[in-house]
């Protein structure tokens, strides 16, 4: 499941960066003796497939919450000075994008919560 959220976070922003991603592909299915069957990840890219619009919205986030990340350690070239220690990053817990299907007027607002605990969120629309 933790795949398919981070696969989800992926797609937002692919989505919402569709002016310059031409596509993304990749396997998702397994098998076995007898059955074929998708993985949590292939029903996360479904559901992206099936709900989208043609128009990406700008989107106004406020107040996304934020966890800390610490990126690895990078290595040295050999016989050179360890490199500096990597600071600390605040990295968002949410990802989203929206989109409008313009013929029909649908609007696909998508969230992905990547922390471990529910996340309070309010959606306000522009008429």
Not at 20 to 29: N, W
Not at 78 to 104: K, M
Request: with cysteine; proline share 12%; glycine share 8%.
């Amino acid at each position: 499941m933790s795949a398919a959220l981070g696969d989800a976070a992926w797609m937002t922003g692919m989505e919402r960066n569709s002016d310059l991603v031409i596509m993304s592909c990749y396997a998702l299915i397994g098998y076995d003796a007898l059955n074929a069957y998708g993985s949590p990840a292939y029903y996360a890219q479904q559901m992206f497939s099936v709900h989208h619009g043609d128009l990406v919205l700008p989107v106004s986030p406020q107040g996304v919450p934020t966890r800390e990340w610490q990126p690895p350690a990078g290595r040295g070239a050999p016989g050179a000075p360890p490199p500096a220690t990597p600071v600390p990053q605040q990295v968002p817990t949410l990802f989203f994008d929206a989109t409008r299907d313009s013929r029909r007027g649908a609007i696909y607002l998508k969230l992905v919560n990547r922390a471990g605990t529910p996340q309070p969120v309010r959606v306000e629309t522009a008429a």
